[in-house]
Nanobody, 118 residues
Framework: QVQLVESGGGSVQAGGSLRLSCVAS????????MGWFRQAPGKDREFAAA???????TYGESSKGRFTISRDNAKNTVYLQMNSLKPEDTAVYYC????????????WGIGTLVTVSS
């Protein structure tokens, strides 16, 4: 497992943008598959985006076209650029990871709150 620390959350008006960052430590970052999940009040945790050790990426339905995930292996950091934010994007955003060769998200950060006002 790796240790993950998120940052970049905050309050923004609808239509605005935020960039979340997640710094990983304690593992070989370039071999990690990295992801972002979110959990809104009273709702289940939802997949937002993932970027794999190979460089490929996938997005949840609510993220497509507005969010972009990227990684900087030299900085052990994964980013989530969020544009055209909507009030329904309000949630705690969690960074997650799993190592190449495994198959389940087994490392989690403590989350960062994003609040989008209308």
């Amino acid at each position: 497992q790796v240790q993950l620390v998120e940052s970049g959350g905050g309050s923004v008006q609808a239509g605005g943008s935020l960039r979340l960052s997640c710094v990983a430590s304690g593992g070989t970052f370039s071999s990690c598959n990295m992801g972002w999940f979110r959990q809104a009040p009273g709702k289940d945790r939802e997949f937002a985006a993932a970027i794999y050790w190979s460089g490929g990426s996938t997005y949840g339905e609510s993220s497509k076209g507005r969010f972009t995930i990227s990684r900087d292996n030299a900085k052990n950091t994964v980013y989530l650029q969020m544009n055209s934010l909507k009030p329904e994007d309000t949630a705690v955003y969690y960074c997650a990871a799993y190592m190449r060769g495994t198959s389940s998200w087994n490392s989690w950060g403590i989350g960062t709150l994003v609040t989008v006002s209308s």
